[in-house]
């Protein structure tokens, strides 16, 4: 395993844990963090061992509350593409995972945290957490995918809300709109998302990958690619050894035991 020096990654049970540490800071995302982010991303994506991931933040007041804003202050017209570009990268890649990523968020989501939020698959939210993109109070606007991504999950009009008014909005709140999945106490927030990743993982591993894929490609196709490519994987799956069990086990009143293949 990598060494990180901002980041904590532990793996158990199938479920890897990536939580950003820098609590001193609110976790905010500084370019050292988004590069050691990159690289742990990677990493529990390639690991066999690794089904599903748990994003988080660590600390009790924030799961990452922006992006470094003094390093932000520094940046011209070219550093600021590359700096938006770079988070995009890595958010892209959580997204675009066939394994299952699901924020846990632990407190303050704001700007960069809560881009990182929305580029996960699944976000359960600690009753305390606050979520908000205030980029256009510093004069900016979200960069690492959220004026695409909001949109997409609550809807045009409340994300533009929430992006031209800047303000946060609660974790109930959240759940009303649709951009958590879930709210719980702040004390039951690992074991929810454990609960809710063992859970998916006891699914066909495949099938998970797959619907992962189809509907967020679909989601930028029109209606009809988008049906075209959930009827290839639909196909591509009866391919599949998992298919076969998962079937029968059903058909045989039992659980199934599926590899992956």
Known sequence: MSSYQNLTVDVSERIATIAVNRP????????????????????????????????????????VAGADIRELSQMGPVDGVDVSRAGQRVFRRIELSRKPFVAAVNGFALGGGCELALACHLRIASSRAKFGL???KLGIIPGYGGTLRLPRIVGKGRALELMLTGEMIDAEEAHRIGLANR?????????????????????????????????????????????????????????TDDMREGMTAFLEKRKADFHGV
């Open 24 to 63: 001193d800071k609110l976790n905010a995302l500084n370019a050292q963090t988004i590069e050691e982010l990159g690289r742990a991303v990677d990493e529990v994506i390639e690991r066999k061992d690794v089904g599903g991931v748990i994003v988080t933040g660590t600390g009790e007041k924030a799961f």
């Open 134 to 136: 205030p980029e256009v």
């Open 183 to 239: 709210v719980c106490e702040p004390e039951r927030l690992t074991e929810e998302a454990r609960g809710l990743l063992s859970t998916i993982l006891g699914n066909g591993p495949v099938a998970i990958g797959l619907a992962i894929e189809c509907a967020t490609r679909g989601m930028e196709m029109s209606v009809d690619d988008g049906l075209g490519l959930e009827s290839n994987l639909f196909g591509l799956l009866a391919a």
